[in-house]
């Protein structure tokens, strides 16, 4: 993670090589285990890595085509704003733009998939013409992608960091330039924001800093961002870790121990307008949490319902506060 700065982001990256599927594969969350957060579902797989997966709308329901557990969810239909990242049944990594893949064949084939948008690379090379098109391209924001290879069998997974006082997050055009710069031929942009989150079982768990969520900071419940603590040198910054919430679905990398390091690794962001060079060392991190507000499928009940009853609810305080001044 990055010193405290304005002008700089924290990436972390990892990186699924080329290998037989029995010895590495990426699984996606099958529909009966929605709702966690990418910690539960990376210890609940035994997981190499994972990250959080694709959007989902008001009513608690996936955008696009969504699969896991090498089905397609009941609720998954096609959604003409979002494409997909998705795994055959032989293994092979395909992104597709909105409209693609989408006849009974090719979604007969599909084992596990995330929706997203948009598209990021294409043929090896930023999607500029694409892009261009997408409003928030140029926000900065945390940010989660992945990305395919030429060939399909080597996975690309990319988490940025963004709204906190270390990490001020990517545009959807640094994203891109970071998923070429990686080796993706194709790639795929995810829920970012609040969602984002990478976990390296190798690394402890929880490699990066999320932001807190909405509900958290709404609430005002949880830590502060940052906080100092006295060391033997001085006072030090301590940067805690954000808040990990719950999201609808992930994307984990089952792997063996590998036979050599493989790090994780902060890029130096020469490819992001702007952006200094990545110092991970100057960020003391103190542990993960997790959001104190857990509601897992119990969300698609009562969120819609409270979306429903806000504005009767409303209603009903300002007839009483009239009344009261009426009396």
């Known amino acids: 993670m990055s010193g405290p700065s304005p002008t700089r982001a924290s990436v972390t990256s990892t990186a699924a090589t080329r290998a037989p599927p029995s ?91 995330v929706a997203g948008r948009p598209i990021l690379v294409a043929a090896g090379q ?12 140029n926000l900065r924001q945390p940010r989660t992608a992945v990305g395919v290879s030429r060939d399909g069998r080597t996975f690309v997974l990319a988490v940025v960091d963004g709204r906190q006082g270390h990490s001020v997050g990517f545009t959807l055009y640094q994203l891109a330039r970071l998923l070429v710069e990686l080796g993706a031929h194709r790639a795929i942009n995810l829920d970012g924001g609040g969602s984002s989150a990478m976990v390296v079982s190798r690394e ?13 900071r709404a609430l005002g419940l949880g830590e502060e961002e940052t906080r100092q603590v006295r060391t ?48 991970r060392g100057v960020a003391v991190l103190a542990p993960a949490r997790s959001s104190p507000i857990r509601l897992g499928q119990l969300r698609e009940v009562l969120i819609p319902a409270l979306y429903l009853t806000a504005p009767a609810l409303l209603l009903l305080g300002v007839v009483v506060l009239r009344r009261r001044r009426l009396s």
């Open 126 to 137: 930023v999607d500029t013409a694409g892009l261009d098109a997408f409003e928030a391209a």
């Open 23 to 113: 010895a590495v594969r990426l699984v996606a969350t099958p529909e009966s285990e929605r709702w966690g957060t990418v910690t539960d579902f990376a210890e609940r797989h035994e997981a190499a890595a994972a990250i959080n997966g694709g959007f989902w709308g008001l009513w608690q329901s996936p955008h696009g085509i969504t699969a896991g557990g090498g089905a397609l969810w009941e609720r998954s239909t096609p959604d003409p704003d979002f494409g997909h990242f998705g795994v055959l049944a032989s293994g092979r990594g395909v992104v597709r733009g909105p409209g693609e893949g989408e006849d009974d064949r090719s979604l007969a084939q599909l084992s596990e998939a």
């Open 204 to 216: 402890g768990g929880l490699v990066t800093s999320p932001a807190r969520g909405r509900w958290v």
């Open 232 to 279: 033997e040198d001085g006072a030090t910054d301590v940067y805690v870790r954000g808040v990990e919430r719950e999201v609808m679905n992930h994307i984990a990398v089952i792997a063996p121990p590998p036979t050599h390091d493989v790090a994780v690794r902060g890029v130096d962001s020469a490819l992001a307008d702007g952006l200094g060079p990545s110092d």
